[in-house]
């Protein structure tokens, strides 16, 4: 299969196109998305490729883009819903855990939701207030969606392949900071990747690197400068953040018996707790340390001067590993 060198956004944008060519029952809803092609252009091209009845720019409501979504579910299309920015998708809570969520529930199994509800997610990119949240805890908590998040462009398009194809609902959280920083090969064609599987991104002996989006790329800036001091560090993207993969994380702790998780979003009743208690609970014996956390502080995330203080960085992770390595 051939490859090319792509953007995180562009790997996105070639999902998208080919699910849409693929499966004529996938379309495109969100704001600014078809004439402009997104805020991040990550839709650019589809409106003229596929039209506008399968592209469609929405009005500035966003719990009736995610009502009008479930509708068009049971009538069998397959949408993908874009929030423009992650906090921009609080409006529609309602919607995600009251219907979206519920439905193949409430139906016995008659009727799922086979809509992905994409929005760029994470700071490092100086935004203003209410564009910068990690708000993955708020779905990952509730049954009945599946979470997402890339850290690289081979994921982006994989991933979200396999998400527009699921018969659940899924959220697919794309790490802002990397759409345009990050490049890498990308599969031709059909390159899906399973959802629910967690990614080794490095080999290491002394201790557990576990991050999801971009923080994945923070941690193995962290590892190749405790590789300086003689420190082997073992990198794990986690990936799906529900269903989480047990049995792929608890694989990750038991091959150093120590681990740092790092998150962008607040520490309290984080997805970092939950994995946290995972391994607690089922690879207790093959701890040698306690589990620590690198995460964003619980505070709502601070403007673009002080963000660097909020966001987890390669100091912040390197002592950590030294304080789980002394543990």
Known sequence: MSTRVLTLVEAVTEAIAEEMERDERVMLMGEDIAVSGGVFRATEGLLERFGEARVVDTPLAEAGIVGSAVGLCMTGIRPIVEMQFDSFSYPALDQMLSHVSRY???????????????????????APEL????????????????????????????LLQSAIRDEDPVVFLEP???????????????????????RTVRQGSDVTLMAWGAMVEVCEQTAAALEGEGVSAHVTD???LSPLDEEGLLSAAAATGRVVIVQEAPRRCSVASEIAATIAEHGMYELQAPVRRVTGWDVPYPYWSVEHLHRPDVARVSQAVHDVLEG
């Open 176 to 198: 802002k900071k990397l759409y345009r920083s990050l490049k890498g090969e990308v599969a031709a064609g059909d390159a899906a990747v399973p959802l629910g599987k967690v």
């Open 238 to 240: 986690v990936r799906t």
């Open 131 to 158: 564009h910068e949240d990690s708000p993955e805890a708020y779905y990952a908590h509730t049954p009945g969606l599946k979470v997402v998040v890339p850290s690289t462009p081979a994921d982006a398009k994989g």
């Open 104 to 126: 193949r529930w409430r139906t016995r199994g008659r009727m799922g939701m086979p809509m992905v509800m994409r929005m760029p997610y994470g700071g490092g990119v100086h």
